[in-house]
Structure formats: C-alpha cells, structure tokens
C-alpha cells in the first residue's frame, strides 16, 4: 500500500506540469486556436525559470527564489504566446505553422541564450532553490491519501486548485461563455458584440502563461536545470492530454494523470527486479506509446470546438 | 523575357524571397544583441559554404536529407496533411538501411538497390500508420507523427544496441563495401568530401514528386483531396486511403534521406537516442518552396548552405550554431505570416501598378 501511495505521489508531480500546459490548451482552443505551440511555451518557461531562480539564488533570495522562478517561467510563455497570438489571430497565418515555429524558435532561443549566458555550456547549471516537498498539517496524516496527495511540491497543489478554478471560468462566468462562443461559433458571437479578436488574444495568452508554469514546473520539481531535453515532448503530450480530456479541465486532470503515470512508472518499476530485463527504451518510449493508443483506441472520433483551426474572417459570416 | 520578369514580380515568388531577407533580418538582430558581429557572421558563413571544393561537396551533402525531408513534407501538403513525421520515417529508413547493410551480405549490384528499397519502403510503412490513424482512428496527424517520431528514435537506439552495437560502443560497425553508396571518383574530385548517390536520386524525386503529382490519376485524387476532402468525398475519391497512400509516399521519400545518409556518408550508424531534426528543416523547406517541387529544392539548397555555414559562422565569429536554427524559424513564421509582408509591400506593389497604369496610358495616347 506505501509503494502505492508513492508512485501516485510521484505520478502527482509528472502530472502537475502536463495539467497547467494542457489547461493553457483548453483557454487556447476554447477560443478557437489551435496551440502546437505548448511545447516551444513549456520550452520558454522552463527556460526562463531556471535562469529566474539562478540569479534569485546567487542575489540570497532563499526560499522566495523559485517563486520568483515561476514568475518568469509564466512571463517566457506568456510573451511567446502574444507571437503566437498575433499571428494566428491578427495575421490569420496557419494556426498548425505558426504553433512548430514557436517550438522551433524557442527551442532555438533559449539554447542560444544558455551558450551565450554561460559561456557555451550546453545547460544551465544546476540549482540549489528548487522546490522542496511540503506535507500539509492536518491532511497528510491521513493514512495512504497523506502520503499520496498531500506531501507533494507546491506546484501540485496549485494544479488542484487551478482544475476547478478553470472549469469555473469557463463554464460558470460570463467569461467563460463568451470565450466558448467564440471558438464554436465566432460569426454568431461577433453579431451579439463580443469581441473576437479580443477573446482569442485572452485564450491564447491564457494557454502560454499556463505553458510556461508547466515548463517552470518540470524544472523547479523535476529536472533542477534547462538543458536542450527538459521538455522533450511535453507539449505534446499535454496536447494528447486535451483531446484525452475532451477539452474540460476535469477530464484534463484526469488524463494528464494518466500520462503522469506512465512517466512515474519509468522510476518505479526500476525497484523490482524483473525490470533489468526490460530495455531502458521501452521504458522512455512508454509515455509516448501509450498516448498513441489512448488516441487511437479510446477516443475514437471526439470533436472539439467546431471553430478551431480557423481564422476568423468578419468578411466571411 | 518581360514574362520571365513579370513571374518573378508575382506576390508568390516576392513573399518567400522577403520572407528570406526577413529571417536573415532577425538573424541579425539577435546576434547585435548578443554581442556579436552580424556581418562578419554571415561572412564567415558565405566563406565556409563557397571556400573550397571540399566544401561546396560537404554543402551538398548537408542539402540532401533536407531536401528528402522537404519533398516528403511538401507532397504530403498536396493532400492536406500536415507530415511533421518525417523525422520519425527518416530514422526508421535509416535504421532499416543499416540494418541490410550489415546483416544481409550480396554481391553489389543486389545489395545497395536491396538496401535502398528496404529502407524506403520502412520509411513508408511508418509514414503509412500516421496516414491510417489519421483515416480510420480519426487522430490528429500532428500529435500521432510527433509520438512515432520519439517511438522511431527509441526503437531504432534499442534495435541498434540489440543486434548490431557491440557491447561499450555506441555506433555499428561499417556496412559491407557492396552496400556503399558512395562515389569514389567524385569525393576525390571534390578534395575529399563525401561524395554519394543521395544528391543525385534525390534530383530525381524532384522529377519524380511532379509526375506523381501533376501527371498521374493517383495524384490528380490527392490534390482533390488536398484542396477540398469533402468535395472529393462526394466526387468519388476514397479520401481514407488516400491519405494512407500519401502518407506511404511521403515517408518513402524522408525513408530515402536517411538511406542515404548511411549508405552514401557515414556507412555506419549512431545509437544515440537524439534527432538530427530534418524532418522539421524539410517543413521549412516545403512552406518556403510552396510544396512544389523546384521550390523545395532551391529551399533545401538554401537550408543546406545556413546549416554547413553556420559551423564556420561559429568557428570564426564564435557565434552559436542555434542562430540559423533561430533564421530558419524566423523564415517559416515570416511565409506562413504572409498577411505581415504583403502588409509591408503593398505601397509598393501599389505604386508599381500606378506606374504600369500610367505607363499603359501613355503608349495609348502615342498610339
């Protein structure tokens, strides 16, 4: 039962960071924006708060540093979110193009930035203010669900509290509605007054602040640095995680776990010994295996906000 | 000639040619941010690719996996789907390659075309289950490509250590002398690049992409279904296997690319669990050449000269080799954001227009 409660605890931690970028892909594509984008935002974010919590760390910023890390990480994805955004929304480029450029260009960015930083090294040195876990009083006594849900890192307890958040957002504001209105129907919404190109702006810089928390995640729980790898497919998976989660901040939560697992899984089944027969690539592939069937198999056909994928075109209503 | 003249001033061929000088703009800028000299950069650059005939040999073996990987991604454009795989099904071509290469032992004239067509046709299975989930399972073609892709590169490490890697190493021993692709004669009369058959097969699938395309019932389907899948749904085409059909093409192609690389360069292949990334280079490629084929390979030209400059711009003028990376993505973000430039040019596309209008008046009244 203890070994359990430890691998969804750590199923837990994976799951955080793919639960805020495929959060950022429901505001996205709510509004009617596809975001290949996530990865190249997670890239920017994971970036930015590894370098944030350097510089916090050497200015004595103690425990505030790795806040102040996901500040940044937030700002990096926030900022490659507004390129995305204006070329989707006011440039109506193609939403599939414009998302691989932004992971190109921000892969491309932050590694040139870390060889220009740190005198051509190939990764941001180690930090020491990462988060550290924090059992909350009271609950993590609570046999096996203690250990399970609340001796985790910051960063996860934020995830439980943005999943409802969310789903209040966009299924009980006026917010909400108006976002959703304009990704199943933007003619329609744009003839009752709401502004089209303002609510997708919202969505798509939604999705990369919330991108980059996830990158900022990755390294502040995971990874303790920025390398050319500390993503590697994240985007994507939190991607796969949406459609998983048929575009609702439940179902997203439920399916980032899942995906989590299947990381965690990679560490903990290196405890019992039938796992040296088991090559260590099928263990990396497992993640990426097993999104593929989930699409392929569970799924099926779903069918996700009619209007996303296109640009709006007033001329055309 | 004016023709000629008046092609080139077409919006379609002025956008990718300032789309270029806009990506190399941005290139620029980053560099004076960083501290370092643009010019002397792209210098360094032009002085690396057209130095020696060593290196204008290495160039073009640097131009042909993009230019695989761009025809690859191009025709599958032509039907509507988006190829982002081609990484995964260049990998998987290549493995399958090195795989005959040095398993199977025939004499050359069965062995190189054996190996070749293996791993073409691996290159075109792989891209074939992208195009099926596509079809019949209804999963995005981006997200499943993206997924075969890690799944190509951590099966082909896997297969590699398991059969051909020996134990402490981490590359296979060269493939028999019968599977080499390699041209001798050339190589010596380039100063010692590698010389190999790639560049010149890959001319031929340029031929070979328009035939297909423009000259062939199969792929009058696929441009139907490219250009509206529901219309030529109604008009009979069978749109689900077309897509696969597509897909198995397009793979061939980016299969072929990592043929070569084996059979023609290295002769033996890295378990290294990193990918070279041309599958992206050749979406790059194809936007910037408009999927048509002569586009794509003066795109893939283009690419190959950035890619092998950029080792010299980093040599003499220490810059990062990231900031082609950087110009390559500031290239596709500036033709897929094609609204920003004919934004920039329309006073004077505007003008020019107002010249001929006036220029045409003028001839009438001497007429």
């Known amino acids: 039962m203890a070994m359990l409660a430890d691998l969804i605890n750590s199923t837990l931690v994976f799951s955080a960071a793919l639960i805020f ?29 590894a370098i944030g919590t350097y510089y916090m760390q050497d200015a004595g910023g103690e425990g ?16 490659f979110a507004l390129l995305h955004a204006y070329a989707t929304v006011s440039v109506k480029a193609d939403q599939t193009i414009v998302g691989v450029v932004i992971n190109i260009l921000a892969l491309a960015i932050t590694l040139y930035l870390v060889k220009f930083m740190f ?37 996860t307890y934020l995830a439980y509290v943005l999943v409802p958040l969310s789903a209040y957002l966009l299924f009980r504001t006026p917010f909400g509605l108006r976002l959703r209105a304009v990704g199943e129907h933007p003619g329609a919404a744009d003839t009752v007054g709401i502004n089209v190109t303002k609510y997708r702006y919202v969505g798509v810089l939604i999705s990369g602040a919330l991108a980059g928390l996830g990158g900022a995640t990755i390294v502040l729980t995971t990874t303790s640095n920025f390398s050319h790898n500390t993503i590697s497919g994240q985007g994507f998976i939190a991607i796969a ?20 697992l299947a990381q965690a899984l990679r560490n903990f089944i290196t405890q019992f010994d039938f796992a040296a027969h088991i090559p260590n690539e099928f263990l990396y592939m497992l993640p990426y295996v097993l999104t593929l069937l989930v699409l392929a198999g569970v799924v099926g056909s779903v069918r996700g906000p009619s209007a996303a994928g296109q640009p709006y075109d007033p001329s055309k209503r | 000639m004016s023709k000629w003249i008046s092609s080139l001033n077409q919006p379609t061929a002025l956008v990718p040619a300032v789309a270029i000088l806009l990506g190399l703009i941005c290139g620029g800028i980053v560099m004076l941010l960083g501290g370092f000299d643009p010019i002397a950069a792209y210098g360094a650059l032009i002085r690396k690719v057209f130095g020696t005939s060593y290196d204008i040999g290495e160039t073009m073996l640097t131009i042909t996996p993009i230019l695989f990987t761009g025809l690859a991604v191009g025709f599958a454009f032509r039907a509507g789907v988006f190829n982002i795989g081609a990484d995964g099904q260049y990998i998987i071509g290549m493995t399958a390659a090195t795989f005959v290469g040095i398993k199977i032992h025939l004499p050359a004239f069965l062995h190189a075309p054996l190996a070749v067509l293996v791993g073409m046709l691996c290159g075109g299975l792989w891209g074939a289950l992208c195009g099926y989930l596509k079809a019949y399972r209804g999963v995005h073609e981006v997200i499943s490509a993206i997924m075969l892709n890690w799944i190509a590169l951590y099966l082909s490490t896997f297969l590699l250590m398991k059969f051909l890697v020996a134990e402490g190493q981490q590359k296979t021993p060269n493939i028999d002398e019968t599977a080499s692709l390699s041209i001798g004669w050339l190589s010596k009369a380039m100063g010692g690049a590698r010389m190999d058959w790639g560049i010149w097969i890959g001319l031929i699938c340029v031929g070979l992409f328009y035939i297909l395309l423009w000259r062939t019932k199969q792929g009058y389907d696929l441009r139907a279904v490219g250009f509206n899948a529901d219309a030529a749904r109604a008009a009979g085409i069978n749109v689900k296997t077309t897509f696969i059909k597509t897909m198995m093409i397009s793979g061939m192609f980016a299969g072929l690319g990592g043929v070569f690389s084996v059979l023609g360069v290295f002769h033996y292949q890295v378990a290294s669990g990193a990918s070279e990334g041309y599958g992206f280079d050749g979406i790059a490629v194809a936007l910037l050449g408009g999927n048509h084929p002569v586009g794509i390979l003066f795109g893939a030209i283009l690419f190959g000269v950035l890619t092998y400059g950029s080792a010299g711009m980093n040599f003499d003028a220490n810059v990062p080799t990231e900031i082609v990376r950087i110009v390559i993505g500031s290239i596709i973000f500036f033709v897929a954001s094609h609204g920003i430039i004919t934004k920039l040019l329309k006073p004077l596309l505007n003008r020019r227009a107002a010249n001929k209008r006036k220029g045409a008046s003028a001839d009438g009244n001497a007429g």
């Open chain 1, 21 to 49: 970028a495929a959060l950022g892909g429901v505001f996205s594509e709510r509004s009617g924006v596809f975001n290949i984008g996530l990865e190249g935002m997670m890239t920017g974010g994971a970036f930015a708060a």
């Open chain 1, 64 to 79: 505030a540093s790795p806040w102040i890390g996901v500040l940044c990480g937030i700002a990096a994805g926030t900022l």
């Open chain 1, 119 to 155: 005198e051509g090294a190939g990764d941001t040195p180690l930090l020491d203010a990462t988060f550290a876990k924090v059992a909350i009083p009271g609950l993590a006594d609570i046999p096996f669900i203690g250990q399970a849900l609340f001796n985790n890192y910051p960063t």
């Open chain 1, 241 to 260: 995680a949406l459609i998983f989660g048929r575009w609702n901040p439940y179902g997203v939560f439920g399916a980032a776990f899942f995906f989590g």
